[in-house]
């Protein structure tokens, strides 16, 4: 079936830093991609997406591009805020479900300090 | 604009009790959507509705667990007994008709963290 593999956490990097959170997927079909965020005690939100390859989604910084051919939606952003510390998900819309399930990955808990 | 309204934000109960959690969802939403998370299995969906029938219950653990929504603006989410296993998030989440195809995606509440003692 569909899955995510998100790179295991926790990741701790000092202010200004360059990151990357990697993002892998299997499914059948072409999904949309998302990043989702949860700050502590929050749900999660929208941070951004993509709905076919070579999109690039991009919010607040961060970008991550769908590439079909690595199966990848990487997230980064070249420079991090102490506001960016909280628990990043890569998604993928199960098309075999009708479109309308998400498949999370497991999570990456990020810590910048400052 | 509201968004996904959830309660209780916490509920604490012992072994055996029923628990209800409440969702509101955003208005003309037409699917929802609960997840659990826990730190051993990540987060997964239990179940979710489309205009208010349930489409997919595969994701719910066990008969003690039951969902209902009688309506487009109100769902629950019951444990009946609980137990301290159930301890998690609970989330409610929405989303609109066109689905993800098109890049909509779904909204979620604060959650309901849920612990069983």
């Known amino acids: 079936g569909n899955s995510v593999t998100q790179m295991e956490g926790p990741v701790t990097l000092s202010e200004e830093a360059f990151l990357t959170i990697n993002c892998t997927y299997t499914?059948?079909?072409?999904?949309?991609l998302f990043w989702y965020v949860q700050y502590p005690g929050e749900g999660l939100q929208l941070l951004l997406k993509?709905?076919?390859?070579?999109d690039k989604g991009s919010n607040k910084g961060f970008e991550a591009t769908y590439r079909k051919e690595t199966t990848s939606f990487h997230l980064e952003k070249g420079s991090v805020q102490v506001s960016d510390s909280a628990v990043y998900f890569c998604?993928?819309?199960?098309?075999?479900?009708?479109?309308?399930?998400?498949?999370f990955g497991q999570g990456t808990r990020l810590t910048i300090n400052p | 604009d509201a968004g996904v309204i959830q309660s209780p934000r916490h509920e604490v109960t012992e072994m055996g009790q029923e628990v209800t959690l409440r969702c509101k969802p955003i208005s003309g939403h037409d699917y929802l959507f609960w997840y659990r998370q826990t730190m051993m299995r990540g987060l997964e969906l239990l179940i979710y509705?489309?205009?208010?029938?349930?489409?997919?219950d595969s994701g719910m653990p066990e008969d003690r667990f039951s969902a209902k929504m009688p309506n487009a603006s109100f769902s629950t989410l019951k444990i009946q007994p609980s137990e301290p296993r159930d301890s998690a998030v609970y989330f409610c989440a929405s989303s609109p008709s066109t689905g993800f195809i098109s890049g909509n995606t779904i909204y979620f509440g604060e959650g309901s963290w849920l612990t069983v003692v």
């Open positions: 993509a709905t076919k390859a070579d």
């Open positions: 509705f489309n205009n208010n029938v349930p489409i997919d």
């Open positions: 499914a059948t079909g072409y999904p949309s």
């Open positions: 998604a993928l819309s199960d098309q075999g479900q009708g479109a309308q399930k998400l498949v």
